[in-house]
Every structure is written in structure tokens, then in C-alpha cells.
């Protein structure tokens, strides 16, 4: 992302509303869209395009969204949504999906590396890691559905727009979601020339590259191409060696082209490709639990593990390594119809691959390698018909398809101390292997349609409905293990208990599940806009793609998890346009919540449904304008997360009993109580021709538990962070701009996730400390 958005937040955002906010949407649209935005908005977009000096604008600026598959804009779509342009992101350096949290309000996002990563919203979609299901929030690329979380866990390239929608989805667009849609969209070829490289450096040894080409290729086909390589040294010490872990390459590409032969037709086409090779997932030890028996363990086999993870070290022997590869192409079309009818398709395909490598957390030779590999691939076909704007009845009916092919492996590797470790019967587990392939299918269809009826020309009711029927089928081995002592007696009973072959045979689950949405949106004045709305989702249930523990077969069924909501908000523009406030209260009721938890037996996460759970609380957000060139943003939201009935809750470790009642807790995962963050934007003319421009951000997360579980050992402390940045552009002549940034700038050490380990022990994932840089950006 460009770091010349910085230099003047404002304009940045009128640029962004002009153009591409509207990448999601119709062609026909995003042309009557430009036409209708805000004034002044298609001229300062030229401007920065051509090299003329921007306009710092003195005012909030309208954002354009397609969210109801139409442009308009975002203060009049009666819904809770967060809209971040290119000035924000790149204000506070967030180049990865993972890093979102610090500007989005309600969010939390669980990463370990790219298979154990979640995207939740108000508490809801903490589930990493789960082969056989989909997330409780949807994340969209250009429109096409990301089946797995950590498919969008690449570096941000070319990114125009980030739109976040809190409540249940689905009769809008693609699949259905129980908790939220986080919609990514990627700059359009241009006709005009686009030429840009950018390049970054940091502490521990960060370096990214960035270079974006566009232009005409004839008058009715444009083309872009996007390419980026990072690498990272890492910011864990690994004492066993020496060496830097928590780092690694990330490099990609995305090649698009527009095809626009008249203003009644358009067709764009792209695809793409991200790999990764690192050493991401790297855990450091957090505690022991009440026993501490994890720390005795490792002293009979002689391991020395780091036992303060404020030391930001670990002593592993073999580390962690993880290799991702990625890519897809889609196809979107768009016709404009007799009447001003409009007709879209979408089609994509897309592939992800992953395969790690995990340590033992120890320096001793106990279990090499440990983990579950995955290949997945999909595709996904969207029509949808949209009746003319500006009717007294405007209306979206759609179809959807999704298939999707899904095939894992989990291994271990064990050595020779895996016995004494973990106190066998001599020859049970030591120099084993074992393997347990799976294989997942899943046809999934659905209609949706939603019409919303302008009452009064300041009156509207909007009703939605989808019905999707999925149809689920898997399998999981597990082959008898290889290598090792011959062993009879208790020794052998240990080992088919954890590693002896297993066949689930042949597993189905088929289900119909309906969405539903009543609202209303009341125009108080041509600037306020009052709403409340009603929705039902679902979510189908999913199927473990890992050997059961105790709880045999019926355990890797898992069940269907249904939302229902309430919401009541207000949006406004005030003060002559120099203040945005928006705010709105929720209340959310689920059944069946699907979340992960831990099988002390195999030590592994499985997905379960955790209860009824109820989230509800409010959320506030403003943009202000003081002065001019100055922007200040601000939101955050409270949130009342618990569960209204989980009596078989998995107890933790401190607790001797086999189920635990968490009933009327405040015990979600990953569920902070309070989340704010506020940001400040400020540009000048430092000299002719050139900018000067500054950016600050904050952001404040509670403490919150950390596993299922709801241990006090796994409490995530509460924690703020800091970002700043400051920087020069050029705005004549030759387009230059060079920013100096640090992230963490007073060096918080705090954590983002907590997970179950061996002997009722937590480790931890750290986040990263104060790095300084700085990025340099050139168009020519």
C-alpha cells in the first residue's frame, strides 16, 4: 500500500471513495457511483493521479460502499459497518490481515501462522484450525469467498478498501456467516498509466518491495500487475543456536485485466499467487499450570526450556517451519440490462496449500515433528440480478455454489526420549511415526434475494432472505505406526490407545439452513440516519478431521450453530460536515456456538459446540475533521460476552472434575470486554511542492481467556500499542514520498493468543516488539 496516502489523510479518502470503494460493486455501477459521490471527489482523485498538488480537505468525506450491491454511501447503509480506506492502513503500517484488530472495533484476531488463524467479530468465530468447517465471519477477496482464514494471510498487496460488516450475513451475497463478513477490495486496472515501487526496511532484518504497474492496453482493455517480496529476520532468539525464528519470505503476485467495450458490459479477470517459507508459529512457554509438572518432565529428559516468555527466547532443537502455497483466478462479468436491470457472475477458483513443521518446545530429542498438513481447493460460482436504482422498490435475487475439496495428514515424528518425557511404559511411543490422512467434500447451494422498500423519502423497510443446503461427506485414517521397539503388555496398550490404526469409515452431513434480515432506516435529517434491524443465521455443522479422542465417532460431528440478532444504531454527519459519529447497540443470542478445545488424551484442538452463548454491548465510531489537514479517528465498543448455558465444558487444570459448568461466565475465548483504538492523521505544506505528514495510533485491547477451557493460568493480560509514523512527499514534479515509522513504539510485550499445551501448561503467541523503519515510494 502506498505510503503517498499518508500525506494527506483526508484527500486520501475522497480518492478512495471516488474509485475503487466501489471495486466490489457492478461496472455500470461504479460509474453512476462517481457521478453521485461527494463533490470534489472524482477531481481530487484525478489530481494524485496526474502528480497535481492535493487538496488537504478540511472536512469528513463521504465514503462510497457496495454493500448492498449498489454504490452509495456507507453513513446511509442502515447496518454496523467499518469502512478503511489506503490512508488508514498505511498510516498505521498494516500490511497483514492479522494486524486489523488495531484499527477495527469488536475484532480479535487468532494467529498462530496461516492453518491456526481466526477471524472473530464480538466475541463470535474463534475456531482456528479447523479443517472441516468454515468460520463464523466470511472474508471475501474481490467478491470471492475465502473458505479458510489463512487464505488471506498474506502481506496486503494493492489494496484499496477494507469493509467490515458485524451481524449475521448471507442474503445479499456469496456464503452465509453467523457473525460478519470482512470484505477486501484490490485496486481496478486503470486506462491511465499507474506506476509506482515502494521499498521498506526495518529492524530484524525486515525488507519489503513492492511494484504496481497499470495502464491501457487498447481503448476497451486495461491491465494491472502487482508483485511484493518481505522477509523478516524474526524477533525470537532461539538460545540452541543462536538464531532469530518468528520470521521468514513471503513474496506473491496479482495480475488483473478490465475489459469495459462498452458502459452496458464489463469483465475482469485475475489471479494470483502468494507463498510463503518461514518459521511463523513459533510458541513460547507461558506456564505451567497448577502442577508445574511440565517443568518436572523436562527436567528427566535434561531439557532447560525458557520458563519467562517476557525473554521473548525459546531452546528448541528443531524449531518450527511452515510453507504455504496459494493462488486462484476469478472471473467477475457485469451487464446493464433493458430498464437499468443489472446482471453479475462471479466465478473463482482457488487452491491452498500448507505444510509445517513443529517442535516439541523442547531442546531434547522428544517429538521431532508434530502437526497436520493441508491441501485445499474450491470453487465458487455467484449470480445476481439487481433491479434499477432509484425505484420506489429496489431489490437484489442471487444464487450461490460452493464446492470445495479439502485433504490433511496429521503426523508425528517421535524420538527416543518421547517415553521418558511423558512417562510410558518403556518402547510405547519413543521412535514411533504415525500418520492420519483425511478427506472432506462439500457441495453447498443457496438463493438469496433482498428488497428494500423506500416508504417515504425518509422511510425504508428492507427484508432479506437465503436458504443454503449443504451437503458434507469425510473420512479420517489412521494408519498403524511405524518404527519403534517391538512391545507387548502395557507398552503396547499405550501405544494403540494414541497411535493404533483407526478407520472412521464413511461420514455424512447434510443440512438446511436459513437467513433471514427485517430493518428499517429513518432519515431524522438529510444528515442523520436512525436504523434497527433483526436477523437469523446459520451455519452448518462441520466434521473433525482428526482421530476422536473418548468421545468416539459422534464427537467429529459437529453441529449447527444459529444467531440470532438485534440491532439498534444511529449514523450522523455533523457540524457541517467536520464530525462523523456513529454508534449502535447489539445483542446477539447463539446456539450451538461452534469454538475449539483441547483433548488433553491426543493433545490436540477439536472443534466443538460450546452451549448458548450471548454477546451484547455498543459500539462507537467517529471520524473528525478540527481543522484543515487534520483527521482524527476513534472507535471501540464494550461488548458483554458469556455463555448462557455450557454445563460439559472442558475443565481446566486447576480443576480435578471431568466437565465444568460455564454457565453465566464471562469465559468466551479470545472475548475482551473492552476494545478501543483511536488515530490521528495530520498533513501540511512543508515547502513549495512539497507535503509534510504525520500519523499516530493507538490501540487498547482488556484482558480476556485465552482457551476454551477458562482457565486463570490462560488469561491474556489487557494491552495497548502504539504506532507512529512521519514523512515527506513531493507534489510536483518527480512523485516521491519517504516516511519514517516505528510499530509498538514504547516496546509493550504483550500477547495475542494463549494455547493448551502438555501437563496442563499454556504457551503463548508474542507479539511483535518496537521495530523502526522506514519506506521510500516512487511513482514514475
Not at 197 to 225: C, H, M, N, P, W
Not at 506 to 535: D, H, I, M, N, R
Not at 543 to 558: D, K, T, W
Request: hydrophobic share 40%; proline share 4%; with cysteine.
Amino acid at each position: 500500500m502506498a505510503a503517498a496516502a499518508m500525506a494527506a489523510p483526508a484527500h486520501a479518502a475522497v480518492a478512495a471513495a471516488a474509485g475503487a470503494a466501489v471495486a466490489g460493486a457492478e461496472a455500470a455501477d461504479a460509474q453512476a457511483g462517481a457521478a453521485a459521490s461527494v463533490a470534489g471527489a472524482a477531481s481530487a482523485a484525478t489530481a494524485a493521479a496526474s502528480g497535481a498538488e492535493p487538496v488537504i480537505v478540511g472536512a469528513v468525506q463521504s465514503v462510497l460502499v457496495t454493500t448492498r450491491r449498489r454504490v452509495e454511501s456507507a453513513q446511509n447503509v442502515p447496518t454496523p459497518m467499518t469502512v478503511l480506506g489506503e490512508d488508514a492502513l498505511d498510516g498505521s503500517r498494516t500490511y497483514r490481515v492479522q494486524d486489523l484488530q488495531q484499527l477495527l472495533p469488536s475484532t480479535t484476531i487468532n494467529y498462530v501462522h496461516a492453518r491456526q488463524m481466526s477471524f472473530a467479530v464480538r466475541g463470535l468465530g474463534n475456531n482456528p484450525a479447523s479443517d472441516g468447517l468454515e468460520g463464523s465471519v466470511g472474508i471475501y477477496l474481490d467478491n470471492v469467498y475465502l473458505a479458510r482464514p489463512g487464505m488471506a494471510a498474506f502481506d496486503a498487496l494493492d489494496v484499496q478498501q477494507l469493509e467490515l460488516l458485524r451481524g449475521p450475513q448471507g442474503t445479499l451475497f456469496g456464503k452465509n456467516t453467523t457473525a460478519g463478513v470482512l470484505n477486501i477490495a484490490t485496486r481496478k486496472p486503470t486506462f491511465n498509466p499507474e506506476r509506482s515501487i515502494e521499498l521498506s526496511g526495518g529492524q530484524f532484518g525486515y525488507g519489503q518491495a513492492k511494484l504496481v504497474l497499470s495502464g491501457g492496453l487498447t481503448d476497451t482493455l486495461a491491465g494491472r500487475v502487482s508483485a511484493y517480496k518481505t522477509r523478516e529476520d524474526g524477533y525470537i532468539t532461539n538460545l540452541y543456536d543462536g538464531g532469530k525464528v518468528q520470521g521468514g519470505d513471503r513474496q506473491g503476485f496479482r495480475a488483473q485485466a478490465l475489459y469495459e467495450p462498452s458502459r452496458d458490459f464489463s469483465l475482469r479477470v485475475i489471479a494470483d499467487y502468494n507463498e510463503e517459507d518461514s518459521n511463523n508459529g513459533t510458541l513460547v512457554f507461558y506456564n505451567a499450570g497448577p502442577s508445574g509438572r511440565a517443568i518436572a518432565q523436562a527436567k528427566l529428559v535434561g531439557a532447560t526450556p525458557v520458563l519467562d516468555p517476557t525473554q521473548r527466547a525459546v531452546n528448541l532443537d528443531s524449531g518450527s517451519h511452515v510453507t504455504v502455497h496459494q493462488g486462484g483466478a476469478s472471473a467477475e462479468a457485469n451487464w446493464t440490462l433493458a430498464g437499468d436491470h443489472k446482471l453479475t457472475s462471479v466465478s473463482a477458483y482457488r487452491y491452498w496449500n500448507f505444510t509445517p513443521r513443529n517442535d516439541d518446545g523442547l531442546a531434547v530429542p522428544v517429538t521431532l515433528n508434530v502437526g497436520a498438513s493441508a491441501r485445499h481447493k474450491q470453487f465458487t460460482q455467484e449470480l445476481r440480478w439487481a433491479t434499477p436504482s432509484g425505484q420506489a422498490l429496489e431489490s437484489v435475487f442471487g444464487a450461490y455454489y460452493y464446492y470445495q475439496e479439502l485433504s490433511n495428514n496429521s503426523f508425528t515424528v517421535n524420538g527416543p526420549l518421547a517415553d521418558v518425557y511423558n512417562g510410558n511404559p518403556a518402547g510405547a511411543w519413543s521412535n514411533l511415526s504415525s500418520n492420519a490422512p483425511g478427506q472432506l467434500r462439500v457441495n453447498s447451494y443457496a438463493l438469496f434475494a433482498q428488497s428494500t422498500w423506500h416508504a417515504t423519502d425518509k422511510l425504508d423497510f428492507t427484508a432479506g432472505v437465503r436458504a443454503s443446503y449443504e451437503d458434507k461427506t469425510a473420512r479420517v485414517v489412521r494408519y498403524a505406526p511405524t518404527g519403534g521397539a517391538a512391545v507387548t503388555g502395557a507398552a503396547l496398550a499405550a501405544r494403540n490407545a494414541r497411535y493404533g490404526a483407526y478407520d472412521s469409515g464413511s461420514l455424512g452431513l447434510t443440512q438446511f439452513s436459513p437467513t433471514a434480515l427485517l430493518s428499517t432506516g429513518y432519515k431524522l435529517t438529510p444528515e442523520v440516519l436512525l436504523y434497527s434491524s433483526l436477523s437469523h443465521g446459520e451455519k452448518s455443522g462441520g466434521i473433525n478431521l482428526s482421530v476422536p479422542g473418548a468421545g468416539g465417532v459422534a464427537s467429529m460431528l459437529v453441529g449447527t450453530e444459529r444467531a440470532n440478532a438485534l440491532e439498534l444504531g444511529v449514523k450522523s454527519t455533523l457540524l457541517n460536515h467536520r464530525l462523523q459519529l456513529n454508534g449502535n447497540l447489539f445483542a446477539t443470542v447463539v446456539h450451538g456456538y461452534q469454538s475449539n478445545a483441547y483433548d488433553p488424551v491426543s493433545r490436540s484442538s477439536y472443534l466443538t459446540n460450546a452451549g448458548d452463548a450471548r454477546t451484547r454491548g455498543l459500539e462507537l465510531e467517529a471520524i473528525a475533521t478540527p481543522f484543515k489537514g487534520l483527521t482524527l479517528r476513534a472507535n471501540g465498543s464494550f461488548n458483554d460476552a458469556s455463555y448462557l448455558d455450557y454445563r460439559n465444558a472442558p475443565c481446566p487444570p486447576e480443576r480435578s472434575a471431568t466437565f465444568c459448568d460455564l454457565s453465566g461466565r464471562n469465559a468466551l475465548v479470545n472475548a475482551p470486554r473492552w476494545i478501543g483504538n483511536l488515530g490521528a492523521q495530520y498533513a501540511h505544506v512543508a515547502a513549495e511542492g512539497v507535503q509534510a505528514y504525520y500519523n499516530a495510533n493507538y490501540a487498547y485491547r482488556a484482558s480476556t481467556y485465552g482457551t476454551l477451557d477458562a482457565s486463570e493460568y490462560s488469561k491474556i493480560p489487557g494491552y495497548s500499542v502504539s504506532n507512529f509514523s512521519v514523512g515527506l512527499r513531493t507534489t510536483r514534479g518527480a512523485a516521491w514520498d519517504v516516511s519514517l515509522w516505528v510499530k509498538n513504539a514504547f516496546d509493550k510485550h504483550y500477547y495475542t493468543s494463549m494455547w493448551n499445551s502438555g501437563f496442563g501448561s499454556y504457551n503463548a503467541v508474542i507479539a511483535t516488539p518496537r521495530t523502526v523503519g522506514v519506506t521510500a515510494r516512487h511513482e514514475f
